[in-house]
């Protein structure tokens, strides 16, 4: 076959795997992703990227046609910043909508809203563990102040996720562009990874925003050298600490990285300005590290906690995880093609040796992404909400490969790009509603009722496999069964052992017996139309 009709061949297959990728989000868009297997689209656009790669040389000659050009003419006029409004206010949109498919808290949520109910009225913080941070409680202690309920806690979330978008405008705007920083935010809305927690109370999207502050920091702090740009990456780092512990694997892998990229004698040259941060930093983590010591007798008791809690099978499976979800799980087909684009002009970069300081940020990202896979991966269980940061990264690199790629047709190209990622966002969000949130839901039509069944006012306890959810609704102290068989309640409390009939951790008959102890109880069966069932309540009589 000729190269000619090679050519013409890919160029065939690019086109209508493109236009199959658009077919099926339209199909999302309008109510009929139920055609698709589980919501979910076919990843059409990984094949037709090579297929477009290999119909360059048609694509390169071939003049384009004046409505487009004069349609991007105009879009070029309009500013930056009125496209980021643009993004936020999309994001708020899909925010609100989401809402309703998901209205109770899920477990993680569970856990932090019970900590902040309960510096708030002191109601039991159910599911709470010393390792956990203390960021998001405090910010829903807030919002508890200005309205008791579940939207106020969700609305934190939103506020935390249009602080990321807008930082990450800002610092993809300084590494490119305004308008390519459009497209990075366009393209990380539009994975389903990314998507999935923007409505959730969670700490992860707000995290992200302070660790890209810190890569930023860092950036400047090599290509500027001011005084107060190392001290203000620490202050970015104490915060993504208390915001998430699990931020010290992604602030390890940066220091790496920017020791890897820049190399020590560039940091060793600004000796003041590093005691300075590290004095910042010091003096951010004293009052943690005096609570870790008190709370488990080390310092670093409660970081060590925290990465304990992670819930794999071996050491390496994050890792593991992560390479069998990169990139396509992570930003969907549109993204992983972006973030591919982004790993390999890094590689480029450090291929190329010393090309500036261009050139060397560009290895510092990559490696930074790099290595936050490979650190969390060793040290945590993989889950996409751990690696919102090199996503960012790999896109803004990505960006800059398809601007470099197109020369001077980028325009053209980013603005398709941009194009299909608010489809593709819009889309998602019809994965999310339909496909991704249905499971949380069904079990939540099981433990909210039977928790609002169970509420009562003096000292209660339930213990249950679903002990954040339960607390939560029913206001009660909530314990797991192997946490009441290490406990003794208070007296006068009144304690109710929950069983689902479809339920997970919980005891056989032989285990219940012994656990009652041969006290009275009264027996309440409850049923439910959630995924787990009818519920048994065993109510203990009070000692």
């Given at each position: 076959?000729?190269?000619?009709?090679?050519?013409?061949?890919?160029?065939?297959?690019?086109?209508?795997?493109?236009?199959?990728?658009?077919?099926?989000?339209?199909?999302?868009?309008?109510?009929?992703?139920?055609?698709?297997?589980?919501?979910?689209?076919?990843?059409?656009?990984?094949?037709?990227?090579?297929?477009?790669?290999?119909?360059?040389?048609?694509?390169?000659?071939?003049?384009?046609?004046?409505?487009?050009?004069?349609?991007?003419?105009?879009?070029?006029?309009?500013?930056?910043?009125?496209?980021?409004?643009?993004?936020?206010?999309l994001t708020a949109g899909i925010w609100a909508a989401l809402q309703?498919?998901?209205?109770?808290?899920?477990?993680?949520?569970?856990?932090?809203?019970?900590?902040?109910?309960?510096?708030?009225?002191?109601?039991?913080?159910?599911?709470?563990?010393?390792?956990?941070?203390p960021g998001l409680p405090a910010l829903g202690y807030l919002a508890?102040?200005?309205?008791?309920?579940?939207?106020?806690?969700?609305?934190?979330?939103?506020?935390?996720?249009?602080?990321?978008?807008?930082?990450?405008?800002?610092?993809?705007?300084?590494?490119?562009?305004?308008?390519?920083?459009?497209?990075?935010?366009?393209?990380?809305?539009?994975?389903?990874?990314?998507?999935?927690?923007?409505?959730?109370?969670?700490?992860?999207?707000?995290?992200?925003?302070?660790?890209?502050?810190?890569?930023?920091?860092?950036?400047?702090?090599?290509?500027?050298?001011?005084?107060?740009?190392?001290?203000?990456?620490?202050?970015?780092?104490?915060?993504?600490?208390?915001?998430?512990?699990?931020?010290?694997?992604?602030?390890?892998?940066?220091?790496?990285?920017?020791?890897?990229?820049?190399?020590?004698?560039?940091?060793?040259?600004?000796?003041?300005?590093?005691?300075?941060?590290?004095?910042?930093?010091?003096?951010?983590?004293?009052?943690?590290?005096?609570?870790?010591?008190?709370?488990?007798?080390?310092?670093?008791?409660?970081?060590?906690?925290?990465?304990?809690?992670?819930?794999?099978?071996?050491?390496?499976?994050?890792?593991?995880?992560?390479?069998?979800?990169?990139?396509?799980?992570?930003?969907?087909?549109?993204?992983?093609?972006?973030?591919?684009?982004?790993?390999?002009?890094?590689?480029?970069?450090?291929?190329?040796?010393?090309?500036?300081?261009?050139?060397?940020?560009?290895?510092?990202?990559?490696?930074?992404?790099?290595?936050?896979?490979?650190?969390?991966?060793?040290?945590?269980?993989?889950?996409?909400?751990?690696?919102?940061?090199?996503?960012?990264?790999?896109?803004?690199?990505?960006?800059?490969?398809?601007?470099?790629?197109?020369?001077?047709?980028?325009?053209?190209?980013?603005?398709?790009?941009?194009?299909?990622?608010?489809?593709?966002?819009?889309?998602?969000?019809?994965?999310?509603?339909?496909?991704?949130?249905?499971?949380?839901?069904?079990?939540?039509?099981?433990?909210?009722?039977?928790?609002?069944?169970?509420?009562?006012?003096?000292?209660?306890?339930?213990?249950?496999?679903?002990?954040?959810?339960?607390?939560?609704?029913?206001?009660?102290?909530?314990?797991?069964?192997?946490?009441?068989?290490?406990?003794?309640?208070?007296?006068?409390?009144?304690?109710?052992?929950?069983?689902?009939?479809?339920?997970?951790?919980?005891?056989?008959?032989?285990?219940?017996?012994?656990?009652?102890?041969?006290?009275?109880?009264?027996?309440?069966?409850?049923?439910?139309?959630?995924?787990?069932?009818?519920?048994?309540?065993?109510?203990?009589?009070?000692?």
């Amino acid at each position: 076959m000729s190269i000619r009709s090679t050519t013409r061949a890919a160029l065939v297959i690019a086109v209508a795997l493109t236009l199959a990728a658009v077919a099926q989000q339209l199909l999302l868009i309008v109510g009929l992703g139920r055609l698709l297997p589980g919501w979910q689209p076919w990843p059409f656009l990984l094949g037709a990227a090579p297929a477009w790669w290999l119909a360059r040389p048609r694509w390169r000659r071939a003049n384009p046609p004046r409505p487009p050009i004069r349609a991007i003419r105009v879009l070029r006029r309009i500013p930056g910043p009125a496209y980021l409004v643009t993004v936020l206010a999309l994001t708020a949109g899909i925010w609100a909508a989401l809402q309703d498919h998901e209205p109770y808290m899920a477990h993680e949520e569970a856990v932090y809203a019970n900590k902040a109910r309960s510096w708030a009225d002191g109601t039991p913080d159910a599911g709470w563990g010393s390792y956990r941070p203390p960021g998001l409680p405090a910010l829903g202690y807030l919002a508890l102040a200005v309205h008791d309920d579940v939207g106020s806690l969700r609305a934190v979330a939103l506020l935390l996720t249009l602080f990321t978008l807008t930082t990450t405008y800002l610092v993809a705007a300084r590494w490119t562009t305004p308008r390519r920083a459009v497209v990075v935010l366009l393209l990380l809305l539009s994975g389903l990874g990314f998507l999935r927690r923007v409505p959730e109370f969670l700490n992860d999207i707000g995290t992200t925003g302070l660790l890209l502050i810190v890569v930023f920091l860092l950036t400047r702090a090599q290509e500027v050298q001011r005084p107060h740009v190392l001290p203000l990456a620490a202050a970015a780092a104490v915060g993504a600490f208390y915001l998430r512990y699990g931020s010290v694997g992604n602030l390890l892998a940066i220091a790496l990285a920017a020791l890897f990229a820049y190399g020590p004698r560039a940091w060793l040259a600004q000796g003041r300005r590093l005691a300075a941060a590290s004095a910042v930093l010091a003096l951010g983590l004293l009052p943690h590290f005096v609570h870790a010591t008190q709370a488990t007798g080390s310092p670093l008791g409660l970081i060590l906690s925290a990465g304990s809690q992670a819930n794999r099978a071996y050491v390496g499976d994050g890792l593991a995880y992560y390479l069998a979800i990169f990139p396509y799980r992570l930003a969907g087909d549109l993204g992983a093609v972006v973030m591919t684009g982004g790993l390999l002009l890094a590689v480029r970069a450090l291929r190329g040796g010393d090309g500036g300081a261009q050139a060397t940020r560009r290895v510092f990202l990559g490696s930074t992404s790099v290595l936050v896979f490979v650190v969390l991966g060793l040290v945590t269980d993989g889950e996409p909400r751990f690696v919102y940061l090199p996503v960012i990264l790999l896109t803004v690199l990505g960006v800059e490969a398809l601007a470099g790629l197109t020369g001077r047709r980028n325009r053209g190209l980013l603005a398709t790009v941009a194009g299909l990622a608010g489809l593709t966002t819009v889309g998602t969000a019809q994965v999310v509603a339909h496909g991704a949130m249905p499971g949380p839901d069904r079990l939540s039509h099981s433990t909210v009722p039977v928790a609002e069944r169970l509420a009562a006012g003096g000292s209660c306890l339930l213990v249950t496999g679903y002990e954040p959810e339960m607390g939560w609704y029913s206001g009660c102290d909530a314990v797991t069964y192997a946490q009441y068989r290490r406990m003794t309640p208070p007296s006068g409390t009144r304690v109710t052992l929950v069983l689902f009939e479809h339920g997970r951790l919980q005891p056989d008959g032989t285990a219940l017996t012994h656990l009652i102890g041969g006290r009275g109880t009264t027996v309440r069966t409850i049923p439910t139309d959630g995924a787990l069932g009818t519920a048994t309540a065993v109510t203990l009589t009070p000692v």
